[in-house]
């Protein structure tokens, strides 16, 4: 199984909002709300962002807000903050058990 | 606290073994399954294996059947990944990570991991 495809990178301004696209198959993506994403930050641990395609845990701010359409699930982060700069990967659920993730995509805040 | 120490990394041959190991705290460790994600230098995130609470079930990524085997000491609070016949691309930092549902037989989602232990393998 290939990974999900994401874009390598993308840039906002603060206060802007940004949206990381995570394309799949029907196989994985498309066939599932077992959607995740994950923010990863220079040296330290992965933090789980949004799970089930559209909830946030608790303690995730409500700039963070996912989505689903087909294929292609997406990560929107609105009223982009300084500390929101890191690299963020989507999960989904492939079926018999297995889990794929994005290739990551690297958020620079301007 | 929740608290997940991997140990076990290293340099190793083409070919060889390595087992490695997930000391957990700071929640009811049977209670949840348990995953290995890795990320190869300057490559993204890989799931690698799972584990369900119990231990009586076990998944794996197609990249590492039949070479990797997971498992778990409840016991201890341990989680394991024994890795077998290693090859130049299982070189990364191996996570441990927590299931974020209780009582979850999958994990489909990790809510807390460890800081990652390397696993080098070249001759």
């Known amino acids: 199984q290939s990974a999900l495809t994401q874009p390598r990178s993308v840039s906002g301004s603060p206060g802007q909002s940004v949206t990381i696209s995570c394309t799949g198959t029907s196989s994985d993506v498309g066939g599932y709300n077992y959607v995740s994403w994950y923010q990863l930050h220079p040296g330290k641990a992965p933090k789980l962002m949004i799970y089930d395609v559209t909830k946030r845990p608790s303690g995730v701010p409500d700039r963070f807000s996912g989505s689903k359409s087909g294929n292609t699930a997406s990560l929107t982060i609105s009223g982009l903050q300084a500390e929101d700069e890191a690299d963020y990967y989507c999960c989904s659920y492939a079926g018999t058990y297995t889990l794929l993730f994005g290739g990551g995509t690297k958020l620079t805040v301007l | 606290e929740v608290q997940l120490l991997e140990s076990g990394g290293g340099l190793v041959q083409p070919g060889g073994s390595l087992r490695l190991s997930c000391v957990a705290s700071?929640?009811?460790?049977?209670?949840?399954?348990m995953s290995w994600v890795r990320q190869a230098p300057g490559k993204g995130l890989e799931w690698v294996s799972a584990?369900?609470?119990?231990?009586?079930?076990?998944y794996y990524a197609d990249s590492v059947k039949g070479r990797f085997t997971i498992s778990r000491d409840n016991s201890k609070n341990t989680l394991y990944l024994q890795m077998n016949s290693l090859r130049a691309e299982d070189t990364a930092v191996y996570y441990c990570?927590?299931?974020?549902?209780?009582?979850?037989?999958?994990?489909?989602?990790?809510?807390?991991w460890g800081q990652g232990t390397l696993v080098t393998v070249s001759s």
């Open positions: 584990i369900s609470g119990n231990g009586g079930s076990t």
């Open positions: 990570a927590k299931s974020f549902s209780i009582w979850s037989g999958f994990p489909y989602y990790f809510d807390y």
């Open positions: 700071g929640f009811t460790f049977n209670n949840y399954a």
